[in-house]
Nanobody, 123 residues
Framework: QVQLVESGGGLVQAGGSLRLSCAAS????????MGWFRQAPGKERDFVATITWSGGTYYADSVKGRFTISRDNAKNTVYLQMSSLKPEDTAVYYCAVRSRGSYSASSTEYAYWGQGTQVTVSS
């Protein structure tokens, strides 16, 4: 059974940091690229960051230099370290698995999704 479980969301002041985690079952994780997306109320789901199986990364311009995606293949876990958070980063954050090892910024390229974790940044 496919399973992705996000954690680490919460309420933080502007300028603060949070680290999100996404634990995946082995079957969905091995050899595949992973991504983080976010969706603010009333808006579409937007790409945040992605990482290939071998560790290559790609970021949305809006988070470049502030967010870092990483993965621990031994723990079947992908992380999103978020720093210098801004109120406009407030959203539900979702992790996703792509059924290929290369990365993509398109949500339609991702086959499996977690349930999401809320991140709220106060001004």
């Amino acid at each position: 059974q496919v399973q992705l479980v996000e954690s680490g969301g919460g309420l933080v002041q502007a300028g603060g940091s949070l680290r999100l985690s996404c634990a995946a079952s082995r079957r969905t994780y091995s050899g595949y690229a992973m991504g983080w997306f976010r969706q603010a109320p009333g808006k579409e789901r937007d790409f945040v960051a992605t990482i290939t199986w071998s560790g290559g990364t790609y970021y949305a311009d809006s988070v470049k230099g502030r967010f870092t995606i990483s993965r621990d293949n031994a723990k079947n876990t992908v992380y999103l370290q978020m720093s210098s958070l801004k109120p406009e980063d407030t959203a539900v954050y979702y992790c996703a698995v792509r059924s290929r090892g290369s990365y993509s910024a398109s949500s339609t390229e991702y086959a499996y999704w977690g349930q999401g974790t809320q991140v709220t940044v106060s001004s």
